[in-house]
């Protein structure tokens, strides 16, 4: 059984503040190209912003914060580039996660981490234990993740799971074997950088998220930008499948035609 329902299955009830918010952490070589720095200063630069996030969702009440950090297909970038980002990996998980603790926090990364060095699992596996008594927000990075991995990953532990329900399955069958069943979908789903793609993120759980893109790169992104990206979303109107008309009244309606457009 998952523990959330469905957009497609279900009308999730939804909040002024979003639950969930995931993240394209994008333009950190092209903040740093412009200062005529190296392509990782602006990754070095990029953590700040991740701690400034992680605040700005600790004061906000949002429960879910899932960041894409390195995708299935950024190990076709330059053999160093991606070591530096390994390394930065490393040493942001070994200094940031007491701090992340001490706000109960809870630290989740999602991906196929058997392509990682065996000191780095390691360390996500302490991280991710160490802080699991930890609910305020769930802290989630998606590391070597791809949604395509995601989706066939989980198809082949259905399969396995019952084998002979050839023809029969459900979506409700291959939804608890997602790398992310323990969260809600996204509610929010931001891009910084200016490209609008999602890049293999979150292909089966964006079913029903509003998207929000900024040219802002990732190093400048701040709550100012995710006040704004708030806004936005508290301005859409969540339908997921129906007519307006029938949000009047209903459980998901506009509070009001001229406040927030979700409810409370
Ligand atoms: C995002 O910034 C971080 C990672 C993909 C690891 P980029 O490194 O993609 O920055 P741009 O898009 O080249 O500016
Ligand atoms: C997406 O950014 C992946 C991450 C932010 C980790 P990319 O910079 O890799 O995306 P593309 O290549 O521009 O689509
Ligand atoms: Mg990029």
Redesign the pocket.
């Known amino acids: 059984m998952a523990l959330f329902g469905s957009s497609t299955r279900d009308v999730p009830a939804t909040s002024a503040v979003p639950r969930h918010v995931a993240i ?3 333009g950190n070589g092209r903040w740093a190209r412009k200062r005529l720095l190296p392509r990782f200063a602006g990754h070095h630069r990029g953590v700040e912003t991740v701690r400034a996030m992680v605040r700005a969702c600790l004061e906000r009440g949002i429960e879910y914060l899932t960041l ?4 299935s ?2 190990w076709r970038r330059p053999q160093e580039e991606v070591s530096l980002l390994m390394d930065l990996f490393v040493h942001a998980l070994k200094d940031e996660v007491g701090k992340l603790d001490r706000n109960g926090v809870r630290l989740r990364v999602v991906g196929d981490l058997s392509r990682f060095e065996p000191g780095l699992q390691t360390l996500i596996h302490d991280s991710e234990r160490g802080t699991a008594a930890n609910s305020r927000l769930v802290l989630t990075i ?1 590391a070597n993740y791809g949604g395509r991995w995601d989706i066939l990953q989980a198809v082949n532990r259905m399969l396995h799971a019952d084998p002979g329900k050839v023809g029969e399955w459900r979506e409700s069958d291959l939804a608890p074997h997602l790398a992310m069943s323990y969260a809600p979908e996204p509610d929010l789903f931001i891009r910084t ?1 200016g ?1 609008q ?1 999602i ?1 293999n ?1 979150l292909l089966w759980q964006l079913a029903y998220s509003e998207f929000y893109f900024t040219d802002v790169l990732w190093p400048e992104f701040d709550s100012t930008v995710f006040e704004a990206a708030l806004l936005s979303y508290r301005q859409r109107e969540r339908r997921f499948g129906r007519t307006s008309e029938q949000l009047i009244g209903s459980p998901t309606a506009p509070a009001s035609p001229t406040g927030p457009r979700i409810d409370a």
Request: glycine residues 6%; proline residues 0%.
């Open positions: 394209i952490m994008d894409f950090a390195f995708s297909e950024n998606a950088g490209e793609r890049s993120f």
